[in-house]
């Protein structure tokens, strides 16, 4: 017998639609078009399909389903769910536990009122703990770098991904992406590619801090993040300072003895300010001995941003966890660690002028020896590791479960019933961090993320979703930030506004403390296109934005892997307080509709508002001086206002930025002086910079 029309047969079954026409109506009964057939899901990553319908004589459709062989279906904390996409169209998502390795029959329903289809969807999921891996980052080492600022203006990062069972990895970028990020990876099958950014003059003397948000695809539904800090290391010079200098600050730390252990180095410390510090002091680590030890350079080190423990940034305790050294060493051997630590104030905001940088030890480095003991006792199960050496005994291994995170499990090669409750044991071997394979306990869920975290009464608020229920202008108290069981890291949080005046000036701000876990914000609009965004890595985060009639979506988030935080949302909505155009609009927003300007005028009563600018012209003489001055006062950043000079062509830049002493520094007022060697019409133009909003008042003349 000829068994391939067999097959054949039973496979275009997974994709039949039955109709149940209901003889009440005379309608035809909906298809379902996508969704249905043979699909691949993996334990602890969330499968999502959409389905797509159509129905000739209806537009409202609605979409169910059936799952009898998922078990205890109802009493997941993440169970299968329709979430809708429209008319005539829902997303199935799915999140595997390790007890659902194996084929799965899943009905989908469709329903216009009178008539009934159905389409059966195969789902086989697959295990993903050792034999089919996480793609994994092994460069760039540790959590960030530091741009020394004084010796070089850009940045490279070579980015190195490994996969053990994946011909392909796609590595890229995460929103939001700062402007002037650039990523290239030359192909899939190469596991690596190169990062690139040149800082303008305007980001230094925005930030300290930047994030780099890495993901690696292997397309194969696993996606790896890596959260990577880039610290712009800036030549603070208090020599020329013209208002009060104010005081460095002080750093009180003991170093650490010689110790013998497999586990990760925590170094402690204190760090306070009269006025505060600018942000979570940073503590540069060695393995390897630095060149000058008197003098040491920040490129030769790993940087690790601390976490606040206890006090504030005016007067806190610090600590930070820095990998073990001694990690493929033998018993009885040593590593030395080598570090230092910084601390920057902020007495002159919106400037670095008067800010001060304390380094501790100064003219210096501590040091101390760690060793690997002869005898070990390894971490417990879901322990967190780097390798197998940290974990319980010599068969215990260290394994990625969730995105790059891993953790110990407990060997059950010879002893399957030794697995404790809420785990199994493994059919086969899985394989380590260090490449050993052996069978392991490994949590039912497939992850050992704690699920202790409480979720809010607002959960599960996890997508940009229309039918979530607007929120209003308040203070919404005791939300959490927990650890979503897909990516291992923070479960985001929607929140939806709908706004009905013209014009409406939000303010958002979440408030939490750093040391409990790092915790970003993003706005989008109904599209999910980011408008804005604030993805610090200090205490709490602030957007303020002027948006149109409309509804927008405020995205909770976080990179930060086994998070559990609380936090409050202040919601400020403001109608009619946004920027407002002066008497000059519609006129004089390019420079062909420029405004005349003649040496001596001076004009007030003047605005820029978000993505406006302001054109004047001005007729000039060979050898004139052309002196621009533009007054307006700037206590953030969002108020900065930049001038220009083009030539007569009205697209040629005569003074580009970003020149702090010929109209485009980040304070309060600006200045423009240009020599004219060419008699003609030139083009002024007041923009504000990265959409500033602000008042001014404008002069011109001749000198």
Partial sequence: MNKLPLIITILSGLFLLSGCDDSSSSGNPPQIIQGGGLQQAYVGVEFSVQIVAVDSDSDNLDFSFEAPDIDDIDNRSHPPTLMSAGAKSAYFRFTPLASDVGEHHVTIFVSDGSNKSSATMTINVNSSTGTNPFPVFVSPLGSGTTLDLSKHTCIDVEILVEDTDSNTVDISMSDPIVDGYQLVQDSPQDFEAIFSWCPTK????????????????????????????????????????????????????????????????????????????????????????????????????????????????????????????????????????????????????????????????????????????????????????????????????????????????????????????????????????????????????????????????????????????????????????????????????????????????????????????????????????????????????????????????????????????????????????????????????????????????????????????????IDLEVEDILWVEMLFDQNSYDQDLDVYLYDTDGTTVLTPCCDPDNGQSSTSDEELLYSIETAGTYYIQVIGYDNSENSYMISFDVI
């Avoid at 402690?268 to 505060?276: E, H, I």
């Avoid at 980011?530 to 957007?543: G, K, R």
């Fill in 202 to 617: 305007k980001q230094i003397e925005e930030s300290e801090r930047y994030t780099l948000n890495l993901v690696a695809d292997d397309r194969e539904g696993h996606l790896t993040h890596k959260r990577y800090v880039i610290i712009l290391r800036r030549d603070l010079n208090n020599e020329d300072c013209q208002d009060d200098p104010g005081t460095p600050p002080e750093i009180s730390h003991q170093e650490p003895a010689d110790v013998e252990s497999v586990e990760d180095l925590t170094i402690s410390f204190s760090a306070s300010d009269d006025l505060g510090l600018i942000s979570a002091p940073v503590v540069y680590y060695a393995t390897e001995s630095p060149s000058s030890v008197t003098d040491p350079d920040p490129n030769e080190f790993i940087p690790v941003s601390s976490s606040l423990v206890s006090g504030d940034n005016q007067s806190g305790e610090y600590q930070v966890v820095i990998p073990n050294p001694i990690i493929g060493l033998s018993p009885g051997e040593s590593k030395t660690v080598y570090y230092f630590i910084e601390a920057e104030d902020n007495d002159d905001p919106g400037s670095s002028q008067c800010d001060h940088r304390t380094t501790l030890p100064e003219g210096g480095i501590f040091q101390f020896t760690i060793t690997y003991p002869e005898n070990s006792q390894g971490a417990e199960l879901c322990a967190s590791c780097a390798s197998d050496v940290q974990c319980g005994t010599s068969n215990d291994l260290c394994v990625y479960l969730t995105g790059s995170n891993s953790h110990c499990l407990l060997d059950c090669t010879d002893d399957p019933d030794i697995c404790p409750a809420d785990t199994y044991c493994s059919s086969e071997g899985v394989t380590s961090v260090d490449g050993n394979v052996r069978n392991q306990c490994i949590p039912d869920s497939g992850n050992c993320i704690d699920n202790s975290c409480q979720d809010d009464e607002y959960e599960e608020n996890d997508y940009l979703d229309s039918s979530l229920a607007a929120m209003s202008s308040g203070v919404y108290s005791d939300l959490a930030m927990c650890t979503d069981s897909i990516t291992g890291m923070g479960d985001p949080d929607w929140y939806k506004l709908s706004l009905n005046d013209e014009s409406t000036l939000a303010l958002f701000e979440a408030v939490f403390q750093q040391s409990q876990g790092d915790i970003d914000m993003e706005l989008h609009d109904a599209n999910g296109n980011s408008l804005d965004y604030s993805i610090s890595v200090t205490d709490n985060e602030t957007i303020i934005k002027c948006l149109p009639a409309g509804d927008y979506y405020l995205n909770i988030f976080s990179w930060e892997s086994n998070i559990s935080a609380l936090y409050d949302l202040e919601i400020d909505l403001l109608p009619g307080g946004c920027c407002a155009d002066d008497f000059t609009e519609p006129d004089g927003n390019d420079y062909s509709s420029a405004l005349p300007a003649l040496p001596g005028d001076v004009i007030s009563d003047l605005s820029i508002c978000a993505s406006d600018e302001d054109w004047f012209i």
